[in-house]
């Protein structure tokens, strides 16, 4: 299954976040996200869907449960279903790639 990226509509989140869904299938789903300063509240959330966050773009600090990670471009960081997360950012732009399974039908519904 072939998916053009070209064709891949950027959704406005909201002021400072936008996401496009890339690809799904099956049991995944592949979403990029962009964000834009200031984002300082970590918009702490949980989902039933396991999760793969990797960093193309920018500085991140991550919030899983009580531990904080800090990750840039290049890394990776694994959120197991149901498991409080939630991130903000600190660099001007960041973009991350985030995988899921199974994939997000919400955020079908939108796109």
């Known amino acids: 299954m072939f998916f053009s990226g070209k064709k891949a509509v950027l959704e406005k989140i909201n002021d400072n976040i936008s996401r496009k869904v890339l690809a799904h299938a099956g049991g ?8 834009k300063a200031p984002i300082t509240d970590y918009g702490i959330h949980s989902h039933p ?3 793969i966050a990797y960093v193309i773009k920018g500085k991140f600090e991550f919030k899983v449960n009580d531990e ?20 903000i950012l600190h660099s001007d732009e960041g973009i991350l790639l985030d995988t899921f399974t199974p994939q997000r039908e919400d955020f079908l519904k939108k796109s």
């Open 28 to 35: 995944m789903m592949a979403v990029e996200v962009h964000f």
């Open 49 to 51: 869907h396991e999760q």
């Open 68 to 87: 904080i990670f800090h990750l840039e471009q290049g890394d990776s960081i694994y959120f197991p279903p149901n498991v409080s997360h939630g991130c």
